[in-house]
């Protein structure tokens, strides 16, 4: 995280000078005007003229002040908006180098929080936190300064009260954190829950468990809200005592200023300069009052830092690298020797795994549920590592494939289609701008999707949803896209386990074109049945996993 944030930065040099300039001028802005008030106060009381000059000067100063803090938040605005897209950007691009077990591990709406809530609190971090607590702590310290050349006094009086107001932040902070923490993971669960409902809306409602998943969700809700209840109850807490604390000083600066002795004279001070100094106690307490408030912007973010850090700090993928990786495979040989692997170290999923699938061939997996036939595919595939044995594929290691590679080898049928938010030919390329008009219309013809199509008004620029095609035609469009790049590979996964018969038909009729003159290999029973495909049986009646061919 700390290098998106330093890469961020570099990239907005100028807006980073230009802010720096603009604090400068707001902080001078701030301090100056009390003390062109004093004089002319001081004047007044003297009984002397004032010069047209001076109050043109004070109005000016304050106007200076107001249009520096104006163009201030405007640049701050503008760099935390920087900071959160640049942020996006650098967590879209770890997303790309994550292993695919990370998305087994983590629900959807776990990681969409961190790219949605946790991201925005970054900007409210420098926005309303980091940058605008510098701001006020600069200010402070150019009042302090000033105070204490006009009364030593109410110099020491002021800093002496920080004192406590230091601890009494601190426990504040501390608090308001752990309920910011709270918050966060009753909303990641939350956004977990929405999701999986919707997913499963349709089981929900046959089995009547509606009022199942109304808890799980009413509980992240109640949670978020108790969080927030103890936040606000400390923010409500903490806000008076600045006020209070700055009333209380100008009240003992007055009564020690109106004491004979040398109290007199080490709180005394002219007129002109009680004006001032009363100005600058006020002004002193307001930014020591937006700390408060930026502190707790600052707890918010801090708690969405945390979980930014870590999604950065996941264990990344091994990439595979393009250069030094031959222009085509030799073969489309497939073989799996001695296999093992496991989603987690205490349960194997593939136990010695050993088969072969020749060029050009025709097999299918089949065995009972369980047995780790779609594990084998995404091994295949080289989403996962194995943990002993080799996959190769045309004689290179599986989980070596270039990533640039693996759409022109492998074409996967899944058993549910995929649908992206897009037009229909974005569903055919899946946005890879390589594959021509050409390769889409190939690919539609293949999988006999070509009249379907053209009946649309917009053709393959029609908005592609899930009502607007059957089940069968879904899956056509599933298998378009796994030729589209004409691979020499196709992995078909239960593609006719969820259709009708006259669907599956279709199916089949699309198939036969897919497969002709490619390696393939499917899961499923009917078709291995109707095509003629050689059978790889995995595992025994006994559940043991057996080795094959």
């Known amino acids: 995280m700390k290098a998106v944030l330093l890469k961020i930065i570099s990239k907005n040099k100028l807006l980073v000078i230009g802010i720096v300039a603009v604090i400068i001028g707001a902080v001078v802005s701030e301090v100056i005007p009390p003390l062109v008030l004093e004089e002319i106060v001081n004047r007044l009381t003297d009984r002397e003229n004032i010069a047209f000059q001076l109050i043109m000067t004070y109005f000016l100063l304050l106007a200076m002040s107001n249009a520096f803090n104006a163009l201030k938040q405007i640049l701050i605005t503008i760099f935390g908006q920087k900071i959160t897209h640049g942020m996006r950007s650098g967590m879209c691009a770890k997303l790309t180098r994550l292993p695919a077990d990370y998305f087994v591990s983590n629900k959807p709406g776990a990681v969409v929080s961190r790219f949605v809530g946790d991201a925005d609190t970054l900007e409210s971090l420098f926005t309303k936190g980091i940058i605008g607590m510098a701001i006020d702590a600069l200010k402070i310290i150019g009042i302090l300064a000033v105070v204490f050349t006009k009364s030593a006094g109410l110099g020491i009086l002021m800093t002496v009260s920080g004192v406590p107001l230091f601890f009494i932040t601190k426990y504040f902070r501390k608090k308001m954190l752990g309920a910011q923490l709270k918050n966060r993971a009753a909303i990641s669960k939350a956004n977990s829950y929405i999701p999986e409902a919707i997913k499963n809306i349709r089981t929900i409602h046959a089995y009547a468990k509606e009022e199942f998943m109304e808890e799980k969700y009413d509980g992240c ?22 006020p209070l ?30 004006v001032a100094v009363i100005s600058y106690v006020t002004k002193v307490f307001k930014p020591l009052e937006e ?62 795994t050993t088969f072969c699938v020749n060029s050009g061939e025709f097999a299918t997996l089949t065995g009972r549920t369980g047995l780790g036939k779609s594990t084998i595919f995404k091994l295949i595939l080289g989403l996962y590592k194995v943990k002993s044995g080799k996959i190769l594929v045309g004689g290179q290691n599986a989980e070596m494939i270039p990533d640039e590679k693996k759409r022109e080898i492998f074409g996967y049928v899944e058993q549910d289609f995929s649908l992206l938010l897009g037009t229909i030919r974005e569903q055919v390329t899946m946005r890879d701008p390589n594959i021509t008009d050409e390769q889409v219309k190939k690919a539609l013809d293949i999988a006999c999707l070509t009249e379907t199509i053209n009946s649309f008004e917009n053709g393959l620029e029609t908005k592609c949803t899930a009502t607007q095609l059957s089940q069968g035609q879904l899956q056509l469009l599933s298998i378009a896209r796994a030729v589209a790049k004409n691979p020499s590979i196709l992995l078909l996964d239960e593609i006719t386990a969820n259709l009708d018969s006259s669907t599956e038909e279709q199916v089949m009729n ?15 029973h009917r078709l291995y049945e109707t095509s003629g495909s050689r059978e790889i049986p995995l595992g025994s009646a006994f559940g043991d996993q057996g080795k094959s061919f």
């Open 221 to 242: 809700i109640k949670d978020s809200f108790d969080a927030i209840n103890e936040n606000n109850f400390l923010d409500s807490s903490y806000s008076p005592i600045i």
């Open 245 to 274: 604390l700055s009333t209380v000083l100008i009240a003992v600066m007055m009564i020690c200023s109106a004491m004979g002795g040398e109290l007199r004279s080490f709180f005394g001070m002219s007129v002109g300069t009680a």
């Open 291 to 352: 700390i408060a408030m930026e502190i707790q912007s600052v707890q918010s973010a801090i708690a969405g830092v945390r979980r930014i850090n870590e999604f950065f700090e996941e264990e990344e993928r091994e990439i595979p690298m393009l250069e030094g990786f031959p222009e085509k495979l030799d073969s489309t040989d497939i073989k799996l020797e001695d296999v093992h692997f496991g989603y987690n170290e205490e349960h194997e999923v593939i136990k010695g």
């Open 510 to 524: 699309a198939l036969r074109a897919a497969t002709e003159n490619r390696t393939v290999v499917s899961i499923s």
